[in-house]
């Protein structure tokens, strides 16, 4: 019970933070287009602004996947698990997490093999390594992997909880 209690720390304090990094990153997105139309207009265009936005488009959806994960709100077919009796539709959700969880723990892996193999390279117009845009898919899907591991966890204290 401390274990999974740790854990849903751990989760909820991952997702608060990624929330306030996504805030940043949107604002930031904004900004750096709304500055590159004020240049565009009445000066000369800017050479990174683009790169920067794309890149923080990139960040921001791996850790918004994470976020939205952590409170169900990816879309999802439910009617056949609905008809389900309660029991098997708490086997249902945690075939689903374990699924998902299996999704992820490869995108975790492959995600750190590409960042390795390409993650040398310059980007064009900020020169920083490419290494840290591609760092975005193993570190979301981590964390969707974490916020997986909590669901499953999850089901199971609810169902102890429910029964003493």
């Given amino acids: 019970m401390a ?5 849903n720390k751990v989760s909820d304090l ?3 933070i990624c929330s306030v990094i996504l805030v940043a ?23 990174w602004s683009e790169e920067v936005t794309r890149y923080l488009l990139v960040w921001s959806t791996f850790l918004g996947a994470g976020c939205v994960y952590k409170k169900g709100g990816h ?7 609905e008809k389900l ?28 093999k590409y960042m390795d193999k390409q993650g040398t390279q310059l980007s064009a117009a900020l020169r920083i ?16 992997l974490l916020h ?11 169902k102890e909880v429910a029964g003493e």
């Fill in 3 to 7: 274990v999974a209690k740790a854990i």
């Fill in 14 to 16: 991952l997702d608060k």
């Fill in 25 to 47: 990153m949107l604002a930031g997105m904004v900004l750096t287009t709304s500055l590159q139309i004020i240049c565009r207009v009445f000066f000369t265009a800017l050479s």
């Fill in 75 to 81: 879309i999802s077919v439910t009617f056949a698990q």
């Fill in 85 to 112: 009796p309660q029991k098997l539709q708490k086997v249902a959700q945690v075939l689903v997490h374990l699924l998902c969880g299996a999704l992820f723990a490869i995108a975790v892996y492959y995600g750190f």
């Fill in 129 to 144: 390594p490419m290494s840290l845009m591609y760092m975005a898919i193993p570190l979301g899907c981590g964390a969707l």
């Fill in 148 to 158: 997986a591991f909590d669901a499953i966890i999850q089901i199971f204290v609810k």
